[in-house]
Every structure is written in C-alpha cells, then in structure tokens.
C-alpha cells in the first residue's frame, strides 16, 4: 500500500500521524511525504534556511520515506500563492506517487498555509478525479498548536471518527520530532514532548488503548 502524507510545514506530520505512519511502515507500507513550504532568505538566516532543509532530510529517513517531495512555496505567504499553481503542484506529486491513502492537515486549523494546503488538495482530489489518481481514503490530522487553536466555530471544529493505535510507536514518534530542533517546543507549550504524549493518551483513552492518533475520515472509495 502506498501512503502519502502532504505537511504544509515540515514538523506536521509528526505531530499529526507520526506514529501511524511508523504503523504503516512497520506493516509494510511505502511511504511518501510533500512537505508543501520552506523557510527563505532574508526572513530567516542561511543557518536557519540550511538547519531546517536538513531537519527534512533527517526525519524522512527516520520515517523510511520512499519519497520526499518538496515544493518549496514560501512559509507563510501561501495566501498569497495562486490557488491553481498550488493545485498544479500538488496535482503533480500526487499523479506521480498515486497513493491509495492520502493523510492531510485539517482544514478548520489556525494557520492559514494548513487551509490553504488542504483547499488546494480537495480540489485536486474531486471524487471523480480519486480513482483515476489512485487515491482511496483522504484523512485529516490534527496538528498541535494549530487544530487546537482555532476559534470555537462549529465549521473550524476537528471532530475525529478514525483511531490508529500507536501504543508501540510512541517513543519513537516523539525522538522523530526531537529530530525537529528549530520546531519542538519546550514543556508546557502545545509542542512539547509532554502534549504530544498527553494527546496521543487522551486518544487512546477515546479507544481503550494507551497511546493513539484521531483522524478525520474526509472520503472513502470502496
């Protein structure tokens, strides 16, 4: 099976479905990651530029990624990207590495890239385009520190229907995001190591089990 994991940033998928993507790859599953934005000069230093490209690299082969895939848009400043050269994009990795599950950040979150990412992504997955792509399931994640921002609006709620148990993976879902140093945050901000244990142990909670990760089941082809 094929699994694609499409970040507006580079640390949201391991805040999202880092521990079911180890799950699916320790079930046998290929691996494949777009990481839509990048840090710039002059807004951020060389060093910093440089030290994020290389967090990237790290984590996807810490994850076993088949593809890593990165566009390059602007952090930021996706807003003021044409929502159709998005489109193209996204289009384009997507028909390239035709995945059968596509995991995606929620479109109520805070953070304008993270809506901006998931418009352009649903508008390239139409259900009559899905099939063709290869593409089956579409679920979204809850990213900490975003999901969890939103304003308090019913259409902004994250309300999940899906749970991965991620009780033997959750170790090392949190010393993959220590791989993010410019990114994590220190205990008791939303990215500290403590809130995404406390988070993965409330859903588990939800299920019965010690640790998991909530999706919401966007569509499905069957």
Known sequence: MKIL?????????????????????????????????ETYAPKWSADLVERKAKEVDDVGKAYG?????????PT??????????LMDKIREAIEEICP????????????????AVFTAT???????????????????????SSTEAAPALSHRLFIPNMYSDITPYIEDKIAIMGKYETEAQPDPFPRGFSAIRAL?????ASIGVDYAEAFMLIREIF
């Not at 930021?76 to 050269?85: D, K, T």
């Not at 993965?200 to 588990?204: D, L, P, V």
Request: proline content about 2%; overall charge positive; glycine content about 10%.
């Open 122 to 144: 649903m508008s390239v997955l139409k259900t009559f385009y899905m099939s063709k792509m290869g593409v089956k399931r579409i679920l979204c994640f809850e990213t900490l």
């Open 5 to 37: 994991v499409i970040s507006p940033h580079p640390d949201d998928e391991t805040l999202g479905c880092g521990g079911t993507l180890l799950r699916h790859k320790a079930e046998g599953a290929e691996l494949n990651w777009i990481v839509v934005t």
């Open 65 to 73: 990624m088949h593809k890593v895939r990165k566009l390059g848009f």
């Open 200 to 204: 993965a142990r409330y859903r588990g």
């Open 100 to 115: 059968e599950t596509v995991y995606l950040v929620h479109a109520g979150d805070v953070h304008t890239d993270h809506h």
């Open 76 to 85: 930021i400043q996706l807003g003021e990207i044409s929502l159709s050269v």
